[in-house]
């Protein structure tokens, strides 16, 4: 989802206190800079409090803003517009050379979310893949990022889970809303949604998520305050959260989804080609096209079957491509039958490459990760696997959350490769370094912009496991490609069903056809795509463009070239568009001549 920057007038933001002797001291142009973006900074997490606790900082634990609100939206734009006319206060040409890549960063974020105002998102709050309700959920059972280790966190998320009743009522009349303007989910996912919530609006409160900190009190917590707090968690479920739950639940079967249309394209939408069209640019920072998006993903899509096909003559496989992918389906030493043997696998995994990642990488971040099942009232919509990034003073670790659902959409052969992506050198390499980076301006170092940046380093990580020293079996390697091929599909299958006029159906049949995958993870990635379109693209067209960028740096460098230097660079870039990340790769290149 795309997030604001909650900012405010100039005028405001610098009205900081100095000490008496700096009153007379003139700052400089970067100076005033950086204590207006820590002002701002300040204030976006004011607005957004739940950010600030994924974040490791307490002080808005309590609080849940009602995003749903006319008056919450007016709000926000405004904010977009002051800010934007406060950026401009300052010169750029006064700026240093770093600042000057922030400013521009800035500058594109808030137009580009200043552009996005122009479409309902907010009509669409909840769909399969998540939303508030779960993600509560997911807060709400003590193993996510709300903390639960003194009375005073258990007091903060009391007051958080009551003021998150008018949002849920809130959502039920955004997505009336929606219903009256034509902007609903498919039918065909919202039938996804139904099962979440269904779990989720419990009546009896000890079987809720919710229940799970009361099962679970830290010694730190006092027994008279366990008491307390017990009643008071009772009394909140029983008569105000689980009966929002179950409003919503009764609204999403009884009227929404009936309504709920039944057409999968964006562009069906009303401005639904704009709106589509807005997100394929915010998903890369390219100037590219669907019809040329589409283009690349076919190339790489037959690019790789050939190189699947030479994996199958290596392994001596028999039959065909097409039966290499049945085998790769149907053998059971392809796949664990035992969701704790597969955690086990990722557990191992980790402490092997967290061993050779210094073949490659001067810099790793101070935080580790730990693997974790992904929650069971999630699990069959969710992804196969996700990162969760730590919290930014170390207090809790990162999380690699791997979906054990359905084990056959889990293959040993892929283990490699997912590791890298979603953990180290991935995700957790990439997210962790920039959150630690204290030098960078905070809102590049937790901003979540820049799919292409994010998901393309993460897709790269995959890429140089041979170097680092995996993939040395034939059958890891093909995982490899698997992965690949799935991000080469997304760009024909995405714009395929946004641009091109593909049913679901037609979708799912071509992912079948040119991969091993399961048929459900196939449906899941389907579905994903329809309901978060065109942020699927930015993974392949992010690695392709971290790749050339490599390639370019080896022809211009030679032997100077330094593989740990040009990690470095892109790894401390923090949060950047493709042409800005060019750039800085370039000045680096120019000053290794």
């Given at each position: 989802?795309?997030?604001?920057?909650?900012?405010?007038?100039?005028?405001?933001?610098?009205?900081?206190?100095?000490?008496?002797?700096?009153?007379?001291?003139?700052?400089?142009?970067?100076?005033?800079?950086?204590?207006?973006?820590?002002?701002?900074?300040?204030?976006?997490?004011?607005?957004?409090?739940?950010?600030?606790?994924?974040?490791?900082?307490?002080?808005?634990?309590?609080?849940?803003?009602?995003?749903t609100t006319a008056a919450y939206r007016a709000q926000a734009k405004r904010e977009l517009q002051q800010t934007l006319k406060a950026l401009a206060g300052f010169s750029k040409g006064k700026l240093e050379p770093r600042d000057r890549v922030s400013y521009a960063i800035l500058k594109l974020d808030l137009e580009q979310d200043l552009a996005g105002e122009r479409f309902p998102e907010w009509m669409q709050p909840i769909s399969q893949i998540g939303g508030l309700p779960s993600f509560l959920a997911q807060m709400g059972t003590g193993q996510s990022i709300q903390p639960f280790k003194t009375t005073k966190?258990?007091?903060?998320?009391?007051?958080?889970?009551?003021?998150?009743v008018p949002v849920l009522d809130g959502t039920i009349a955004n997505m009336r809303a929606g219903l009256k303007a034509g902007v609903t989910q498919p039918r065909a996912v919202m039938d996804k949604v139904l099962p979440q919530l269904t779990a989720l609006a419990q009546t009896d409160p000890e079987a809720s998520l919710f229940?799970?900190?009361?099962?679970?009190?830290?010694?730190?917590?006092?027994?008279?305050?366990?008491?307390?707090?017990?009643?008071?968690?009772?009394?909140?479920?029983?008569?105000?959260v689980l009966p929002a739950y179950g409003r919503l639940l009764a609204f999403v079967r009884?009227?929404?989804?009936?309504?709920?249309?039944?057409?999968?394209?964006?562009?069906?939408?009303?401005?639904?080609?704009?709106w589509y069209a807005y997100r394929v640019q915010q998903s890369t920072t390219v100037q590219l096209t669907p019809d040329q998006i589409h283009d690349i993903g076919l190339k790489e899509v037959a690019r790789i079957?050939?190189?699947?096909?030479?994996?199958?003559?290596?392994?001596?496989?028999?039959?065909?491509?097409?039966?290499?992918?049945?085998?790769?389906?149907?053998?059971p030493k392809f796949y664990f039958t035992k969701p704790e043997?597969?955690?086990?696998?990722?557990?191992?995994?980790?402490?092997?490459?967290?061993?050779?990642?210094?073949r490659l990488f001067d810099i790793a971040p101070q935080a580790d990760y730990e693997v974790r099942e992904v929650e069971a009232f999630r699990a069959e919509s969710a992804a196969g696997a996700s990162?969760?990034?730590?919290?930014?003073?170390?207090?809790?670790?990162?999380?690699?959350?791997?979906?054990?659902?359905?084990?056959?959409?889990?293959?040993?052969?892929?283990?490699?490769?997912l590791s890298l992506h979603e953990a180290s050198p991935g995700h957790h390499f990439q997210i962790s370094i920039a959150q630690e980076d204290t030098t960078l301006p905070a809102f590049r170092r937790f901003g979540s912009h820049y799919t292409a940046y994010v998901q393309g380093w993460a897709l790269y990580a995959e890429s140089i496991g041979k170097e680092l020293g995996l993939f040395t079996d034939p059958y890891q390697w093909y995982g490899r490609l698997s992965d690949e091929q799935l991000r080469a599909m997304r760009l024909v299958v995405d714009t395929g069903l946004h641009h091109k006029g593909w049913t679901r159906e037609q979708a799912i049949k071509y992912m079948l056809d040119n991969s091993s995958m399961a048929e459900s993870d196939v449906t899941s990635e389907v579905e994903r795509y329809i309901v978060w379109p065109g942020q699927a693209l930015g993974y392949k067209i992010g690695q392709l463009e971290i790749t050339r960028l490599r390639a370019e740096a080896e022809s211009a460098l030679g032997a100077k070239?330094?593989?740990?230097?040009?990690?470095?660079?892109?790894?401390?870039?923090?949060?950047?568009?493709?042409?800005?990340?060019?750039?800085?790769v370039m000045e680096w290149v120019k000053s290794k001549r």
């Open positions: 989802m795309r997030r604001r920057h909650a900012l405010s007038l100039l005028a405001t933001s610098l009205a900081l206190s100095l000490p008496a002797w700096a009153a007379s001291v003139p700052l400089s142009e970067s100076q005033r800079f950086h204590q207006w973006l820590d002002a701002q900074w300040e204030l976006t997490l004011q607005r957004q409090p739940v950010l600030a606790t994924s974040l490791g900082d307490p002080r808005y634990n309590d609080r849940l803003p009602d995003t966190d258990y007091d903060d998320w009391l007051k958080r889970l009551a003021l998150a229940w799970g900190p009361i099962k679970n009190f830290p010694d730190a917590v006092p027994a008279a305050d366990r008491e307390r707090i017990t009643a008071e968690m009772r009394k909140l479920l029983a008569a105000r009884d009227e929404y989804t009936p309504k709920a249309r039944a057409s999968t394209a964006w562009s069906a939408l009303p401005d639904g080609k704009a079957l050939g190189e699947m096909e030479a994996v199958r003559k290596q392994v001596g496989f028999p039959g065909d491509l097409k039966a290499f992918f049945k085998h790769l389906q149907d053998d043997d597969l955690l086990a696998g990722y557990r191992a995994l980790q402490k092997k490459i967290n061993g050779l990642t210094p990162y969760e990034q730590p919290s930014a003073d170390g207090s809790r670790p990162g999380v690699f959350y791997v979906n054990t659902f359905n084990l056959k959409a889990q293959p040993v052969f892929g283990m490699e490769t070239f330094d593989i740990k230097g040009f990690h470095r660079v892109v790894l401390t870039a923090g949060q950047v568009p493709l042409p800005v990340l060019r750039e800085l």
